[in-house]
């Protein structure tokens, strides 16, 4: 493995998916030059964790929604290349976690399949892609009391969980809309989907999350994700700023966008039900 990381696995240790977070790192470990950031001996070593976490790519192994990985690293303001959430690839791999603290051999599997993936995808690790996306949009607006929603003009398309589409030749970034971000209010966690997995149009393309709920992102194409925005991870409020240019979560590579289009609104279609569901539900 040319590539190692700095691993923050969670510390809660009294969960199985805490010790499946810590028997991840572990592994990676092992098997790479990556180094492990105690979450417990991090609040008294800062200068050596620091360090590690600035030399090399953060991987985050949260254990479940409670994300104390997550926040640790928050707290310290690290920049995260990647965020795993071992209660959600247990779900992936129909794999059921259960309250003993001594791991079972489907545990072990479900820690060598999250390893192995970490291990094989080491070149995967997220970053930006060159594909020249434009970074201003001409919008319509529709105004509301205090509320602003807007939809950008030309070249996206809708779908109708108010998730968006803008595509260059063959690739396409993601994202949510305006409606969105101002239902949610403040955006404080971002989850993406892993570099490299394949997604089905209106699949599930990664979270975030409010104070006020957890929405999750259906795609509005299928394809396979080539690149996230690694801004959100730690600066999710990208998304409220505006969703359509810093805010995108992230980059495909279309399988079928000519057939993913029949099932999408153009502008003019998706400001008029946009439009409606202000007036109808938005508070």
């Given amino acids: 493995m040319s590539k190692s990381y700095a691993l923050l696995p969670c510390n809660g240790l009294d969960k199985c998916a805490g010790c499946i977070s ?18 417990v001996l991090y609040r008294v070593a800062d200068a050596r964790y620091n360090k590690i976490a600035q030399e090399k790519p953060l991987i ?5 929604n409670t994300r104390c990985a997550s926040r640790l690293a928050s707290e310290k303001s690290l920049k995260i290349a990647q965020k795993i959430n071992i209660s959600d690839e247990a779900k992936a791999n129909n794999i059921e976690l259960h309250n003993s603290l001594k791991l079972n051999d489907e545990d072990f599997k479900l820690v060598n399949i999250i390893a192995d993936n970490l291990l094989k995808e080491e070149e995967k690790v997220i970053s930006s ?80 999350e409010s104070g006020k709920a957890v929405f999750e992102v ?21 998304i409220n700023e505006n969703p359509y240019e810093k805010g995108w979560i992230e980059e495909i590579e279309l399988s079928d966008f ?26």
């Fill in 22 to 39: 810590r028997e991840v790192a572990i592994k990676v470990c092992e098997n790479s030059d990556s180094e492990i950031i105690c979450p």
């Fill in 60 to 64: 985050v192994i949260d254990g479940c």
């Fill in 129 to 208: 892609l060159d594909t020249d996306f434009p970074e201003k949009f001409e919008y319509e607006i529709y105004k509301k009391d205090k509320f602003i929603f807007r939809v950008p003009k030309e070249g996206f398309y809708f779908n109708e969980n108010d998730c968006y589409v803008y595509v260059v030749g063959n690739r396409a970034r993601i994202g949510v809309t305006d409606y969105v971000q101002q239902s949610l209010s403040d955006i404080m966690f971002f989850t993406p989907p892993a570099v490299g997995s394949e997604i089905e149009q209106f699949g599930e393309a990664g979270t975030i």
């Fill in 218 to 238: 259906v795609s509005p194409v299928s394809g396979t994700v080539v690149a996230v925005n690694e801004k959100l991870l730690n600066s999710p409020e990208l």
């Fill in 258 to 283: 000519e057939s993913d289009k029949e099932l999408l609104y153009d502008f003019n279609k998706y400001f008029e039900i946009m439009k409606r569901k202000v007036d109808e539900f938005h508070v």
